[in-house]
């Protein structure tokens, strides 16, 4: 149980374009979806913290006109990224929280999309 | 102001020996604690955890160990074997919340 779907797992695009990363929880209600990004070598830095039906919650220094999140329903949260530029070239994986506290854990997480901005 | 840290950036192990992996952290509001295995371009895998009323948790060939009056806790992997390889961070969680502090990972090598 308490699987968490992150799609694409890859995308190459040029730069200016926006970009939707989709995260789903297949198999439980999210009521809180989180968004990291890693960069290479270093560790998952938290950028959002989503509550469905709610505005996101942005970590300092996180442009939130950038990186625009949406969670609509309990089981989908989306990230996208704005006018996309080679900087913004990294990692971004999602995070799903069960709301009722049945896991041990407390996040459970998608496999990651690759951004590439060419 | 990093609240987890790992201070070890890598660490390399012989097959069969075991693996001790160390994670800091300074929050003593933390009050769960654990530990994810990644591997490049994947998101991260729950390998274990341990609550602060514990001292020691143990799974398989992984135990997590926490001293609270260090403020430190320890993942041994024994013994070690070559997929293990990875990268391991520490995560940290207070209260009710579901907000998870991460380390910043250690890259374990495992050689045959």
């Known amino acids: 149980g308490a699987v968490v779907s992150q799609h694409p797992s890859w995308v190459i695009c040029k730069s200016g374009t926006s970009v939707k990363i989709e995260c789903r929880s297949l198999d439980f209600q999210a009521t809180t979806m989180f968004w990291y990004r890693q960069f290479p070598k270093q560790s998952l830095m938290l950028m959002a913290t989503?509550?469905?039906?709610?505005?996101?919650?942005?970590e300092q220094g996180v442009e939130k006109d950038k990186f625009l999140i949406n969670h609509a329903s309990l089981t989908l949260s989306t990230l996208t990224v704005t006018s996309a530029h080679p900087e913004d070239s990294s990692f971004y994986i999602c995070s799903a929280a069960d709301g009722m506290g049945r896991y041990i854990q407390p996040q459970h997480f998608g496999d990651g999309t690759r951004l590439s901005i060419l | 102001d990093q609240q987890v840290k790992q201070n070890s950036p890598s660490l390399s192990v012989q097959e069969g020996r075991i693996s001790i992996l160390n994670c800091d952290y300074t929050?003593?509001?933390?009050?769960?604690f654990l530990w994810y295995k990644k591997y490049p371009a994947e998101g991260p895998t729950f390998l274990i955890s341990?609550?602060?009323?514990?001292d020691k948790n143990e799974d398989g060939r992984f135990t997590v160990f926490l001293n609270k009056s260090a403020k430190h806790l320890s993942l041994h992997i024994v013994p070690s074997q070559p997929g293990d390889s990875a990268v391991y961070f520490c995560a940290a969680k207070r209260d009710a919340g579901n907000m998870l502090t991460f380390g910043g990972g250690t890259r374990l090598m495992v050689k045959p």
């Open positions: 989503s509550n469905e039906g709610s505005k996101a919650t942005y």
């Open positions: 929050n003593s509001m933390f009050d769960y």
């Open positions: 341990i609550s602060s009323i514990k």
